[in-house]
């Protein structure tokens, strides 16, 4: 026969557990989840630093770059889906891809040929961030580009109010060699804060850049323009405006935050 007792006994334990499945479910909503390693897919405005070479030779006296990168998940997960654990990134330099189009223009090169060797293509290590929120890849694939040399092109006399002439530019080969590159990938940066080192050779000359990158691109020409929360740059990271380049950059070591 069931009791008084035994009935009061049952409510507080059933409240109890109550509590305990409340406090639980808690904690649970506020864990944030693990996202896999990823970039921002977009473009980065990348400050140069040079780290070994002649800063009065030409390929010394870079200051930085407009990145456009990718994420590519490959094939082989659950359920046809992609494996996000089996990521690979994709850096493209603006300026790189600016000289094969003008190639292109000039008729000097097809450039289906040559558009995908400005790319260079890294493995990231793992599937998930590290303890301190960074994706690593240690290194990718060269990007490589020959150009031929290129005559200057004349201005079109049916268009006098427009200037269409180029000039002509000698035949070039340029090398992109990153290594030691890691994105920051968090519930609040995922992807977005990238850094990593730099081999960059022209025509023969050579040079050591350490680059750090933000997403996305964003112009200025002050500090404030940096600062606007409405420039689509996540409003906690550290930043200002590198004037020379035209960009706002990160202005603290990864991970840059206020």
């Known amino acids: 026969m069931t009791t ?41 405005a990348a400050e140069y630093v040079l780290t070994q070479g002649d800063p009065d030779s030409p390929c010394g006296q870079l200051v930085g770059d407009v990145l456009g990168m990718q994420t590519y998940s490959q094939e082989g997960g659950k359920y046809g889906t992609p494996d996000y654990q089996n990521a ?68 079109d006399p049916n268009t006098p109010d427009e200037d269409e002439s180029l000039p002509a530019q000698p035949a070039t080969e340029i090398t992109y060699e990153w290594s030691d590159a890691r994105f920051v990938v968090s519930a609040d940066a995922q992807g977005t804060q990238f850094e990593a080192d730099l081999e960059y050779t022209r ?18 020409e002050s500090d404030a323009e940096c600062d606007d929360d409405k420039n689509g740059i996540n409003p906690d990271f550290a930043l200002r405006c590198n004037v020379e380049l035209g960009l706002c950059v990160l202005d603290a070591a990864l991970p840059a935050y206020e």
């Open 88 to 155: 690979k990134v994709a850096i493209r330099p603006q300026s790189l891809g600016e000289l094969i189009a003008d190639a292109a223009q000039r008729d000097a090169i097809d450039i289906d040929d040559k558009f995908y060797d400005a790319n260079a293509i890294g493995d990231f290590g793992a599937g998930f961030p590290n303890a301190d929120d960074f994706c690593l890849v240690d290194e990718l694939e060269r990007a490589q580009v020959s150009l031929p040399e290129l005559e200057a092109a004349p201005d």
């Open 4 to 44: 008084q007792s035994s009935i009061s006994s049952t409510r507080c334990l059933a409240s109890a557990l109550l509590v305990i499945a409340g406090a639980a479910a808690l904690t649970t909503s506020c864990t944030q989840p693990v996202i896999n390693c990823t970039s921002a897919h977009g473009y980065f």
């Open 203 to 220: 025509d023969g000359c050579s040079a050591s850049y350490h680059v750090v990158g933000v997403y996305p691109a964003v112009p200025c």
